[in-house]
């Protein structure tokens, strides 16, 4: 994967609709740029929350994708 967030929008579409389910499993540390520290608490909660929502506008079926309206 690479350094520049177009590659993980990139990488998180080919794994859609749902990376698990095809038994790709991403880890979040993965796909957060290395050059900054870890996230704690609060914080990486928020990055998690933010992180899910995200991908749920990434599927690549329009049903499964959320509306702006959602």
């Known amino acids: 994967m690479g350094k520049y967030p177009g ?6 579409s ?5 990376a698990s ?3 790709h499993d991403i880890l979040l540390n993965e ?3 290395q050059r900054f520290p ?10 998690v929350y933010v992180a899910n ?7 690549i079926n329009p ?4 509306t702006m309206r959602q």
């Open 38 to 47: 870890s996230p704690k608490d609060q914080v990486a909660e928020e990055v």
């Open 7 to 12: 590659d993980v929008i990139l990488f998180l």
């Open 63 to 66: 049903q499964s994708r959320l």
């Open 53 to 59: 929502l995200a991908f749920l506008y990434l599927q």
């Open 14 to 18: 080919i794994l859609s609709p749902s």
């Open 31 to 33: 796909v957060l740029d």
């Open 21 to 23: 389910s095809t038994g």
